[in-house]
């Protein structure tokens, strides 16, 4: 079905990639569950290994319902083509891994996801690859932690948990006049609210996990490639070998043929089709966790027990005037996190909720809530602890689609238990 370039997010999240007809009529994609492929002769596998068919050979390499869903994310980002993996941390790993050889170095906002705090800091440091971290706010930070060696810039969308919103815009300028792509983690925003691609970021990343399944049943990760950067500059010539096989898909084809493949990092179909069915209600759902963010961002900041709140929706939050500008005034992502009065206060607190969920995720049409510094954080020095601005104090909150008041209500008698 061809796709309707004007038509609003709202359709595009339900139509987008459609293809009814090849599905004899089914109108959500099969589950292609099979490990592998079948082939009629031995010549059209061989031409299919030359990348002459376009048929599937095995599952950790395509996958028929896999490919629905990178069709769609594509889509829905404004990318060229993209490749869905296991999770958000192999979407990463893989985004960041085609991209570095030992010696090189990497430059990343430092309000970063946990575990790609871990896997920049500590992880990528083992083969030799250094990463520079900054304020991804400080443009002039990012430019001087530039140097010969460096192969790429790499933010989040909304920076979890500090919630700071890199002004996208101006640290692709910064990143392409050094000649150096930019990688977005645009899990907390989603396409709904921001589509880093279109204000000039060259690679986005997602943990499906969270928001574009939304309903906290699946794990999954996508790269997807904006497709015009010039890997011609100098900094690239691994790339070029690429550059000559898929010409503006050469960063996807690498990601995909030396890594995805090669580290086995494969999306389990189910995982792609529960995917696909939230995808469907992205754009209701989206609407409603902001609207509902507000509510309780605005609720929280009357409870005398609440020392304070950071959410970039508020008069005097520091990003707030880059989110006005960036998500068009849809919202401030639906994330936020807050201060009682300290580690017992916020355990009294999670333990007196009656309806919000206590656990380690976010983006789910539920709501949920978490004490990184006991939690996530725990291994963590207390020195790097306070760098991430993660304190004993603090609750992160990830706001549901459930009735605000009611949300409202739970937080209300569970700060009653204080
Ligand atoms: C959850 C998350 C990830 C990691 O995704 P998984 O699917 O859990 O591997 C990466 N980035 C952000 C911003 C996340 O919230």
């Not at 958000?88 to 570095?100: E, K």
């Not at 991804?136 to 430019?143: E, F, M, N, V, Y």
């Not at 792609?272 to 902001?290: C, F, K, N, Q, V």
């Amino acid at each position: 079905m061809s796709m309707k370039k004007n038509w609003n997010f709202y359709t595009r999240v339900i139509h987008e990639a459609q293809s009814p007809m090849d599905w004899q009529g089914s109108t959500l994609p099969p589950i292609f569950q099979t490990a592998s492929h079948l082939h009629s002769t031995a010549q059209n596998l061989s031409e299919t290994f030359a990348g002459k068919t376009g048929d599937h050979i095995y599952m950790r390499l395509t996958n028929p319902t896999n490919n629905v869903l990178e069709r769609k994310l594509a889509g829905l980002e404004g990318g060229r083509g993209a490749v869905v993996m296991a999770s958000g941390m192999a979407a990463i790993t893989n985004a960041c891994m085609a991209l570095l050889r030992a010696g090189d170095e990497f430059v990343a906002g430092n309000s970063l996801f946990m575990s790609t705090y871990v896997l920049f800091a500590n992880v990528f440091k083992k083969y030799g690859i250094t990463v520079h971290f900054v304020e991804s706010t400080d443009l002039g930070a990012i430019g001087e932690a530039i140097n010969g060696r460096t192969r790429f810039v790499y933010v989040e969308t909304i920076g979890n948990p500090k919630m700071d919103v890199p002004d996208i815009e101006a640290v692709a300028a910064v990143a392409h006049e050094h000649g150096l792509p930019l990688l977005v983690d645009n899990t907390l925003a989603t396409p709904y609210l921001c589509r880093p691609l279109e204000l000039g970021a060259d690679v986005v990343i997602h943990s499906t996990t969270k928001y574009l399944s939304g309903h906290g049943d699946a794990t999954g990760g996508v790269v997807i490639d904006r497709g015009d950067f010039d890997w011609s500059g100098g900094r690239f010539p691994d790339l070029a070998p690429f550059v000559e096989r898929k010409e503006d898909l050469a960063y996807l084809d690498k990601v995909w043929r030396e890594h995805h493949i090669n580290f086995g990092t494969t999306q389990a179909p189910l995982h792609s089709y529960l995917t696909i069915l939230g995808l469907d209600t992205l754009a209701i759902r989206m609407e409603r966790h902001l609207a509902n963010a507000w509510k309780v961002a605005a609720f929280l900041k009357d409870q005398p027990e609440v020392r304070w709140i950071n959410y970039p929706g508020m008069a005097n939050h520091p990003c707030r005037e880059t989110a006005d500008k960036q998500f068009s005034g849809r919202g401030f992502g639906a994330v936020l996190t807050f201060g009682l009065r300290d580690q017992d206060a916020c355990f009294r607190f999670i333990d007196g909720l009656e309806m919000i969920y206590h656990l380690a995720n976010l983006g789910d049409c539920k709501s949920l809530v978490i004490h990184p510094y006991s939690s996530q954080y725990l291994s963590f020095t207390e020195e790097t602890r306070s760098a991430l601005s993660i304190t004993p104090d603090l609750i992160r909150l990830s706001v549901g689609i459930e009735a605000a008041e009611d949300i409202c209500a739970d937080i209300r008698q569970a700060l009653d238990r204080l």
